[in-house]
């Protein structure tokens, strides 16, 4: 699924082309891609902004004067594992697809462009909420801080580990302690703060939550700042290519050399280097 900074790098994308613009036809192609609202009611209204939120991407409409606030929807997207945008200059005719993706939902803005919401995976996960307050979506009530906010603190991430019988890798995917990371960069997070994937939350030091903390802003900031000016067809390879130990299994750990492994528990693979995370400890 798309983490933090891929999508902020889709957010400054879509910012730059389609606030502004007011909104033609909102078509959703396969009816379980639309959770909740009516997409008609997005016709006329002009988009104001577009917001991340954790994972999420929120296009803010109101009035195409915006002289009043008698008409505002937030439109949101929840990608599942494999939804992304395709964006056109000019949007094609019809509703047939463009690419190897499921087209979800089709999106045309006054000036002919406009983008395709897909979604390539086996299950179509790709979610669309239209509703007049992102509260109402409950992935986005429940969502925890953002790493990446200036004003998130070593002390919120302390209270947020403290007492947490948690496996820390788990603690860190979860979108209602803490918005943003995937199961990507809780590896590389990890890496960085030299912490097991499986050790409780709650059993950090303070010198381990500090080491976490400056991990989580260093690589997801960095992340941010390589992914930005990109478009969204070269984002995801991007991060991948990008990785140091996610998706590494079997190649050489960049920081001291040894084997990167993989260890599955809770329905997900963690992969990491037992030299810099676990003090040698192999996992089982």
Known sequence: MPESPEVQALVDFLSARVVGQVVRSVDIVLPKALKDGDPAALAGCRITAVVRRGKLI?????????????????LIVHWGHDGW???HDVVPDGLRRSGD????ARIRLDDGSGFDLTDSGQWKALSIFIVPSPAAVPAVAKLGPDPTDPEFSRDQLRAIVSGRRKQLKALLQDQGAIGGIGNAYSDEILHAAKLSPVVHASSLTEED???????MRSILTSATR??????PELLKDDKRANMRVHRRPG????VCGDVVREITFSGAAAHYCATCHTGGVILA
């Not at 929120?58 to 937030?74: F, I, K, M, R």
């Not at 939550?209 to 991990?215: E, I, K, W």
């Not at 390589?226 to 478009?231: C, D, H, I, N, V």
């Open 251 to 254: 190649q050489a750990c960049p």
């Open 101 to 104: 993706a499921t087209l979800m």
């Open 209 to 215: 939550t500090d080491r976490l903390y400056d991990a």
């Open 58 to 74: 929120d296009l803010v409409a109101g009035d195409p004067d915006g002289t009043t606030v008698a008409v505002a929807y937030d």
């Open 85 to 87: 945008v395709v964006w």
């Open 226 to 231: 390589a992914r930005s000016g990109l478009p």
